[in-house]
């Protein structure tokens, strides 16, 4: 009987032991061990091209702008200018949710696209660019159009900019389009940032004339209501009486986006992918950002402290602290009863660019042990903390993108606080800028790993066989088919919401199912099985 490895050391040298030399070397600096709180924190390679061939857990930049920042809100046309696999790969899979205001505009069920084929690739696509935006614009009659470049609109090298000018001028609504091509970057990251400049520069802060009333006014940056996370949220903003003035992006309108610079100040929920915008704001306005998490009852009761903080108001602190208590009170209670059936089961979750980090919060509420962890396209500083990088390039990985020349807006720049109010406010830990990495406080006998690879996937199921693995569709069936429960953390399988506290509740039952129930124990993992079931010789 083979004995298995027991520390992280020893596991990451079994996981790479078989890779050829300069691989080997590549992902050696991408694997570390955890840190106990308080401990130096070890760099980690990260936001790098993946290794050709290796087969990555990533998506693409055109993923990342159209699929994660833009496809979310609800009223503007976000229009595909390509074939259509990409189109269609990016329609409702992430699960964003939403609901028809007012106007009962909503054009998430559908997915736009220009079709793109052989002909147009030989002859250039841009007529027939504008002939989808006329033909979007006469059926819908949409307040905006936002166009996406894929892949081969780059290679072709369709004006799609040009195309939007021209269209905004003919048809009198906000048109703009964004260059993601998916090669553009190494992830999906380079995507978030082309998506944060354009709305930056094209909607953002354009309506002057709406006058938004409230005395807490907030933005939530990085947050797509996968699930219903955003509505469960804004109930409990709503409750506290913070404004809610646009959400970026999930469930929004592009007037929201264009009132967003009333707001007093910014909290970002997922920090990866809205950081460019928070930081924008914070030079052309004025408006201060902090880091939230409402995935966690402990984090979201922490981050609504912070809020509440920030605004130095006795009667809105009170009611923060009240409506804490009262939601608590249910947490706690279905807590207390799943607990004993979760308590020292284990966990390992490889996701994204900030998840693989807010979950960690809700697996400790059930005491499960996190064996391991990673992003698949975050960078250093969601790792090692904006605390231990203050001043770390926030779009290091931005090489191909075009930097926006942010400067105060001289009519519209107000400070909301002054320096010596906002140190002042630190010090009471509303903590500005302020986030933790994910290596800190893992623990040294947790294994962090960036872009995990399909290989290591499999060799660490082998050598750890957790109780649940938390990752996405690429991963699901196979992990499955090894007798492990996985939990998709990108669109929460048919589940959620999981933010807030409502959200809380639901992922204690949803886990306490998963680890607990008996069919896992039915399956047998490939490598337990006797013998292989085919067997081939060669012959000479
Ligand atoms: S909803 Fe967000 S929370 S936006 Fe980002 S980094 Fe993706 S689509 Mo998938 S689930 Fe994931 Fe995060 Fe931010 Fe989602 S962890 S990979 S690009 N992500
Ligand atoms: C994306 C979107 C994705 C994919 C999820 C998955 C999402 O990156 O293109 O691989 O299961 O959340 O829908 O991250």
Redesign the pocket.
Known sequence: MSTKPTNVEEIKKELIAKMPTKVARKRAKSILPGTEMGEPIPEIQSNVRTIPGIIT?R??TY??CK??VLGPSRDIVNLTHGPIGCGFY?WL??RNQTEAGPDGENFIPYSFSTDMTEHDIVFGGEKKLRAAIKEAYDTFHPKAISIFSTCPVGLIGDDIHAVARTMQEELGITIFANSCEGYKGVS?SAGHHIANNQIMKHVIGTDDDTKIEGKFKVNMLGEYN?GGDAFEIERILEKCGFTLVATFSGNSTVQDFRVAHNADLNTVMCHRSLNYVAEMMETKFGIPWIKVNFIGAEASAKSLRRMAAYFEDQELIDRVEAVIAEELVAVNKVVEEIKPRTAGKTAMLFV?GSRAHHYQELFKELDMKILGAGYEFAHRDDYEGRHVLPNIKVDADSRNIEELEILPDPERYKPRKTEAEMARLNEKGVDFKGYEGMIEGMGKNAMVIDDINHYETEKLLEIYKPDIFC????EKFIVQKMGIPLK?L??YDMGGPYAGFNGAINWYRDIDRMVNTKVWALIKAPWQSTGPELEATYVA
Do not use: E
């Open positions: 857990q998506g693409c993923a990342g699929g994660v990016s899979t992430r999906q996968i994204g990752a996405g569709i690429k998709q990108h669109n």
